[in-house]
């Protein structure tokens, strides 16, 4: 797709949002800065416009996930099929708006937030309450530094509004079991396995099922490890390029930016979330979650590569296992692989 003007601002509104996440977040000292590098991503890279609607979707989500990871892990952490009923429920809620559309954005902020919280949650060393606080100020942070970009670099011509494709009843149910079903197992086996450091890979099973179709999971996957091994290897070389200097904010932002704006550019000219979004995620997860004034990416980059490729596959498997036991019933039919 051609980069024109337009598409070149989105390129610039995405990396100085996220830039500005995470400097704000590192000046403030505030934990969970992986929020403040993705949610920008998440904002001004999935919807093509920003208005009340769109930022009273994603506040919304941000404020119900951060109610829900408050109130359930301390009711239901000793009773797990209970808990695991639940956030299979609350899954399927997100996703079954997704499948539908007017209220996708909600659906799909609300994924991942709730996959990240469930999996810091696992952890008895991460605070609840400052997580939900930090997803929250996150959220309302993403949505002041888009309107400042916006105001700065505003689209030349009107954004041309994408019409939703007609959806059967079946096929609105196929898609939200799918995605709940897929997304409730990836939570039970990182509650399982001692997996804090696969924020990564947590997030890229439940990323893979926003198409939510076997298929469309499957040219996800793909595009996700591309992009996942591109991310890092990027973030290895801004690390060769930082050396010891990472604790350094003006360098570290900088470098930032410039791998943000090489990623915005591809997912641009791309046209749909692929390769680009799936590189953007991942440098805001390394450079916003593990960079530190006491640690460099290198070894989480390197973990990275290894982790969420397993992830995507064991995730691919279960999708076609899941598409498949629900082409068997009528009212969940979809079509059939052959």
């Known amino acids: ?17 996220s830039a500005a996440g995470l400097l704000i977040s590192k000046l403030m000292n ?7 590098t993705v949610y920008p991503m998440l904002l001004l890279g999935m919807v093509p416009v920003l208005n009340r609607f769109i930022t009273l979707q994603f506040i919304g989500s941000s404020l119900v996930t951060s109610l829900e990871i408050m109130v359930l892990p301390g009711l239901l952490h000793n009773w797990p099929p209970a808990f695991t009923i639940i956030v299979f429920c609350l899954f399927l809620g997100r996703f079954m708006l997704m499948a539908k559309g007017p209220l996708m954005l909600f659906g799909a902020s609300g994924c991942v937030s ?22 929250i100020t996150a959220s309302v942070l993403a949505v ?6 916006y105001a700065f670099l505003p689209n030349k011509e009107a954004p041309v509004a994408r019409a939703l ?22 939570f039970t086996v990182f509650q399982t396995l001692d997996l804090v450091d696969s924020l990564s890979a947590q997030a890229a099973t439940v990323l893979v099922l926003f198409p939510m179709s076997f298929m469309g999971a499957v040219q996800s996957g793909r595009q996700r490890c591309v992009g ?7 973030g290895l070389l801004t690390q060769l390029f930082l050396y010891s200097h990472y604790h350094n904010l003006v360098l570290l932002g900088l470098s930032f930016w410039l791998c943000v704006m090489v990623f915005a550019r591809l997912h641009v000219k791309e046209g749909a979330p692929g390769v680009g979004f799936a590189g953007l995620t991942t440098v805001g997860i390394l450079f916003g979650q593990y960079v530190s004034a006491e640690h460099d990416l290198v070894y989480s980059a390197l973990y990275r590569m290894s982790s969420m490729t397993l992830a995507i596959m064991i995730t691919l498997c279960c999708v ?19």
């Open 1 to 17: 797709m051609e980069l024109t003007s337009d598409r070149l601002r989105i390129c610039f509104r995405i990396a100085f949002a």
């Open 30 to 36: 505030w934990n969970f800065g992986v929020f403040f």
């Open 114 to 135: 709730l996959s990240i919280m469930l999996h810091f949650s696992s952890y008895e060393h991460f605070d609840l309450a400052d997580m939900a606080m930090s997803n």
């Open 144 to 149: 002041a530094l888009a309107y400042i970009a």
């Open 165 to 186: 494709p007609a959806k059967s009843d079946n096929m609105i149910r196929h898609q939200a079991l799918l995605g709940a079903i897929v997304a409730t197992l990836s």
């Open 228 to 234: 996942t091994l591109l991310g890092c290897a990027l």
């Open 320 to 338: 076609y296992l899941v598409h498949k036991l629900l082409n068997l019933f009528p009212s969940t039919r979809h079509e059939i692989i052959g």
